[in-house]
């Protein structure tokens, strides 16, 4: 791959890094469901060829996950493998449905199909109660695909993609090309091997002390690294857990509200998943520290994301409107 189309791949997916960003500035009226203003871009970005768009919903993934902090939870599989698979929908359609169908129906479409794909996999682990989740997320996805395509469209992103396709990307800014240090390089393998072992332990024991250990370590690690701890995506999360456990029955009923009952085989269940997937979130936030080779493709992108969130977050675009602080972020390079 030529060092300008790396270029380009990152500046995209750093263009979809930068809306998942700027979607936390949004009102969020539920924990649950995110909008997915990163699907902008994917929407928009159609017109590459097949592998390379590919890629680029790989980055966009796995960029995301290193930045939330969920590299080394499931949740991780459950994010490329939707997105890759969703994105290949967007692709297809925009190339065989284009005329007879609107960005608004691909996006649509794309986001339902993302929503089954994401309770499909999800109910592979934390069992088939999730599925109860499959209504209200199809009706939330509705909304969320007609909001992505008018982001798309209010910020003229086909288009512009379209008229810099053969433009070269100012990178002149962008410091990612000095090697790391052969310390640095020890530090991260030694990061790499460590993280790998400890979620291959949490992941392969059952014992709830053994668990309860393996939290304190894993959140000992991410403070070490510099992470704030931060409760409320643990306290999200173990809702969702139950909520999606408790629903199906599994020993011993100890407690009966309505026609719901909670059996003790199901809270342990719930608990033991709890504990995994906390461990594993603590873990991300440490591993997010581990330096990539300077000139891959992800390093690029992370680059020209914290170039692009620096003018998001500056104070002269906070007295800006949603729309003109994305505009003032990406320095008027595309749009």
């Not at 109860?132 to 469209?153: D, E, H, R």
């Not at 288009?159 to 390089?185: C, V």
Request: hydrophobic share 50%.
């Amino acid at each position: 791959m030529t060092q300008e189309k790396k270029e380009r791949l990152s500046y995209l997916g750093a263009l979809a890094l930068l809306f998942s960003y700027a979607e936390s500035a949004l009102p969020r009226f539920t924990p649950f469901f995110k909008l997915g203003l990163s699907n902008a871009v994917i929407l928009a970005s159609a017109g590459l060829d097949f592998p390379s768009f590919l890629l680029l919903c790989l980055v966009k993934s796995a960029a995301a996950s290193l930045m939330s902090g969920t590299l080394l939870t499931p949740f991780f599989i459950v994010s490329i493998v939707q997105s890759l698979l969703s994105g290949s929908l967007v692709f297809f359609l925009c190339r065989m449905c284009g005329k007879s169908l609107s960005l608004f129906g691909i996006s649509i479409l794309a986001s339902a199909f993302s929503s089954l794909v994401q309770v499909l996999l999800c109910s592979l682990y934390l069992g088939r109660g999730v599925w109860n989740f499959l209504g209200p997320m199809l009706i939330f996805s509705a909304f969320s695909g007609i909001f992505t395509a008018f982001l798309a469209l209010r910020l003229g992103l086909e288009k512009a993609l379209q008229n810099q396709s053969t433009k070269k990307i100012d990178s002149s800014s962008i410091d990612y090309a000095s090697s790391l240090s052969s310390a640095e390089k020890i530090s991260s393998v030694l990061k790499i091997i460590l993280v790998v072992a400890f979620s291959v332990f949490v992941f392969s024991t059952g014992k709830l002390p053994f668990l309860f250990v393996a939290l304190f370590l894993s959140a000992f690690l991410q403070k070490m690294s510099g992470h704030r701890i931060l409760f409320l995506p643990h306290f999200f999360m173990w809702i969702f857990v139950f909520l999606s456990s408790v629903l199906v029955p599994n020993g011993r009923i100890i407690i009966k509200i309505w026609k719901i009952s909670m059996t003790d085989g199901a809270l342990l269940l719930a608990l033991e998943k709890c504990l995994r997937l906390s461990s594993s979130l603590c873990l991300s936030r440490y591993a997010s520290t581990i330096s990539f080779p300077n000139g891959s493709v992800l390093s690029m992108t992370l680059s020209f994301f914290r170039k692009m969130s620096d003018r998001f977050e500056s104070g002269e675009s906070k007295e800006m409107k949603f729309f003109d602080r994305i505009r003032f972020a990406l320095n008027e390079q595309f749009l």
